[in-house]
């Protein structure tokens, strides 16, 4: 949840989620997702960067991992 604030504070788009992924749990590990809509790609890009920085920065995310598809329909 930290993570979706931080990226609805950094981009100017919609933020759908966290909700769950399609397949939840895979070997005990729990998976959500979050979909971003917004027209500019750099700036999306820029703000997805610099949020994941910062996330992998803080020692509270220690054992979560994250990651980001830019256009997964493209």
């Known amino acids: 949840i930290r993570l979706a604030r931080a990226l609805s504070a950094s981009v100017g788009g919609e933020i759908i989620g966290p909700a769950p992924a399609p397949v939840y749990r895979v070997s005990n590990r729990y998976r959500l997702r979050i979909f971003i809509k917004t ?10 960067y610099g949020v994941l920085s910062d996330f992998r920065g803080d020692s509270r995310n220690r054992g979560i991992s994250v990651t980001a598809e830019i256009n997964p329909l493209e």
Not at 39 to 48: I, N, Q, T, Y
Request: net charge neutral; glycine share 0%; hydrophobic share 30%.
């Open 39 to 48: 027209h500019d790609r750099k700036e999306l890009r820029e703000a997805v």
